[in-house]
């Protein structure tokens, strides 16, 4: 997917994705008309640009719901 607009979380509360800083985006997955809003795990605010390239990490255990993408992670050279 391609990242529309994002925003960084410097200190996630409990329950949100990632227990570590990360970034909400908002993100059009391939062949989309609208994005979805879901965590970036991308290290530091520096790694995050609007227009890059992520991929989904899957959740170890799945169900058929949204919770199975546990975030998104930059793709290649980004």
């Known amino acids: 997917g391609e990242v529309l607009t994002w925003a960084w979380e410097p200190a996630p509360l409990a329950g949100q994705p990632l227990e570590h800083a990360f970034a ?24 995050m640009r609007t227009g890059m390239r992520v991929q989904a990490r ?17 793709l290649g050279d980004e």
């Open 58 to 74: 899957w959740a170890d255990e799945r169900e058929g719901s949204i919770t199975d993408i546990a975030c998104f992670t930059p």
């Open 24 to 47: 909400w985006a908002l993100i059009r997955l391939d062949g989309a008309d609208t994005g979805l809003v879901h965590a970036v795990d991308a290290g530091s605010p520096g790694a």
